[in-house]
Structures are given as structure tokens and as C-alpha cells.
């Protein structure tokens, strides 16, 4: 599900080349964006308060982007990642097997 997020206070990348940054400042890993995304959170109750925006390049796999969404989660963030409504969506490949 796609929404619109009206604002958030913290953020997280992932840039093309695989460096990450917390709140524009590139940080050396995800235990660096654990203990950060904490410290920012620590008096903030409300949902919208605790809401992290993610953003990360498509080529970056699942073992670099896995660890930090960990990290974000860990440190009491609760995770909006940015996304293009404009992509379509990949089909999978057909196997021969009918599926509805």
C-alpha cells in the first residue's frame, strides 16, 4: 500500500553506492543507525513522532537493506520507506503452473 507522508522528523538512506545515512550525516553501520534513531526518538510517544523515513536505491540488495530496516525497528522507529507509485510492477516468470 502506497500513502502520502505528510512530514517525519528522522530519516535513513541508502545510497546507489551502498553508504548509509541517518539524518543526512552518513554513518558507518546499522548498529550506528540503532543507537542514532533511539537517541532522536527517546521522548517522542506518537506514531507520527516515531515515523522513519527509509529511502533506498533499488540496486542495493537485501543483505545491506535488511540489517538497517532492523536497526530502525530496534531503535523505536516505526519504518515509512519511500517508493514510485509510476513503477510497475514486475510480473513473475511463467512456470507452466496455471495460478490465479
Do not use: M
Request: hydrophobic share 40%; aromatic share 4%; with cysteine.
Amino acid at each position: 500500500d502506497l500513502r502520502e507522508i505528510k512530514e517525519t522528523q528522522v530519516s535513513v538512506t541508502i545510497s546507489q553506492e551502498g553508504a548509509l545515512y541517518l539524518q543526512g550525516r552518513q554513518v558507518p553501520d546499522a548498529a550506528a543507525v540503532e543507537w542514532g534513531i533511539a537517541g532522536l526518538l527517546k521522548d517522542k510517544p506518537g506514531e507520527k513522532e516515531r515515523t522513519v523515513l527509509f529511502k533506498c536505491d533499488a540496486a542495493i540488495n537485501r543483505e545491506i537493506f535488511e540489517p538497517v530496516l532492523d536497526a530502525i525497528a530496534r531503535g523505536g522507529g516505526l519504518i515509512a520507506a519511500i517508493g514510485d507509485k509510476t513503477v510497475e510492477a514486475i510480473e513473475p516468470p511463467e512456470t507452466g503452473v496455471p495460478h490465479d
